[in-house]
């Protein structure tokens, strides 16, 4: 069903349970699961948060200035980009990193038409440091990636197997949505991504599915058009 996709990661999410520094076994079954789905014949891009190790809202409040911040954000989304690329070449599939603002040698610099090339040709692209400025959050990256590179759909893998009427790890009678328009998520006030990358993908017309990624096997089968997470439409 899904042949391209952006596959957005929370940075959270590689810090385990604890949400902060770099998981090994999270990033080995990440890293699994998709080298699994590359070689299955999908096209694979990644964006990945930074809030494991630096987030750039929360240092405001601890004195830091916003934009500086938001720089320190995206260096540590770099890398978690560089972590993930690693583990999945350890699984024998291609991964290169590409960063918004130049970083040679760390990682190549980000042109549409070099990342689509590593997917054409059976890799992943590791898109890093968001769009490059202050006060854009990765989401918000992740929606333009996946306009630029023309994926099918923006997957945002997270803990929880979808959207909720509220959040279900605080409130047993929330309820999942198998299905939404960005009308009603936005009018709902429901916490997908944040309103920028909503209005984007609402203008691009790009899907976006909300899945649990640390669920085994949940990403190959959402590619091959399983019933996995929640769809937000337009």
Excluded: W
Excluded at 41 to 65: E, H, M, S, T, W
Excluded at 95 to 112: G, H
């Amino acid at each position: 069903m899904y042949k391209r996709v952006l596959l957005k990661l929370s940075g959270e999410s590689l810090g385990g349970p604890q949400g902060k520094g770099i998981s090994e076994e999270v990033l080995a079954a990440y890293a699994s699961e998709i080298a699994a789905a590359v070689r299955g014949g999908a096209q694979i891009a990644i964006v990945i948060g930074g809030g494991n190790i630096f987030r750039g809202l929360q240092g405001v409040g601890k004195g830091f200035d916003r934009v500086d911040g938001d720089k320190m954000g995206m260096l540590a989304t770099v890398i978690n980009s560089l972590a993930l690329a690693m583990a999945i070449r350890s699984e024998g599939v291609e991964a290169v990193v590409f960063t918004a603002t130049p970083m040679e040698p760390v990682a190549k610099y980000y042109m549409r038409d070099d990342a689509v090339k590593v997917l054409e040709r059976g890799g992943v692209a590791l898109l890093a440091g968001g769009t490059g400025n202050p006060f854009f959050t990765t989401d918000s990256g992740a929606a333009l990636r996946a306009l630029e590179i023309k994926a099918d759909a923006l997957l945002k893998g997270t803990r929880v197997d979808g959207v909720y009427t509220a959040d279900p790890e605080k409130d047993p009678t929330a309820v999942k949505f198998e299905e939404l328009s960005f009308d009603k998520a936005i009018a709902d006030r429901l916490k997908v991504m944040d309103q920028t990358a909503f209005s984007l993908c609402r203008e691009g017309n790009m899907p976006i599915i909300v899945f649990d990624m640390n669920r085994k096997g949940n990403l190959t089968a959402l590619l091959g058009g399983g019933k996995v997470g929640t769809l937000v439409h337009v």
